[in-house]
């Protein structure tokens, strides 16, 4: 892939591709271990896709991960976090470990005051240079509320 080109495909497509980095194997490898042809897996990296469940599962198995995970659904909790005390703390979290806890993208919630009323809308998302950035149409809640840059509260 050029330095100018984007990757495309959605979230499953980003996903697959980045667990399959991490992991260092390569398509042919992942396609065989999930039994896929190597075109297909191509396709699924590159372009939106609808998959049926047995083959997201040899995908989810292929990757050494969970169908959840590739679709963007599994909770994370950050390390060395147990039960809430008693008498939790506020603490400020600095810029770049929430960048850290939300790097590989994911599900999220924006919230905005719309009509007197708050608003919180689920939207996924991916970070990019250290910007949170998401898709809207128009037509949307989020669409109709602003067409410009969302900018974020920073310290």
Not at 35 to 48: G, K
Not at 56 to 62: E, G, K, V, Y
Not at 71 to 99: C, F, K, N, V
Request: aromatic share 4%; net charge neutral.
């Amino acid at each position: 892939m050029a330095a100018t080109e984007q990757p495309s495909g959605g979230d499953l497509a980003g996903r697959v591709r980045r667990r399959r980095g991490v992991l260092g194997l390569t398509r042919e490898g992942v396609a065989a271990r999930a039994r896929m042809d190597p075109a297909y897996l191509a396709h699924v990296e590159q372009a939106p896709v609808a998959m049926t469940t047995g083959a997201l599962i040899r995908l989810a198995d292929a990757l050494d991960t969970t169908v959840s995970g590739l679709l963007g659904a599994d909770p994370t909790r950050p390390p060395d976090h147990g039960r809430t005390a008693l008498h939790p703390i506020l603490d400020e979290m600095r810029e770049q470990e929430s960048l850290h806890l939300i790097e590989s993208g994911g599900i999220g919630r924006i919230a905005f005051a719309s009509a007197g009323r708050l608003t919180v809308v689920p939207v996924n998302f991916i970070v990019h240079h250290g910007d949170i950035v998401f898709r809207s149409a128009a037509t949307s809640a989020i669409g109709q509320y602003d067409a410009g840059k969302v900018e974020g509260v920073r310290s």
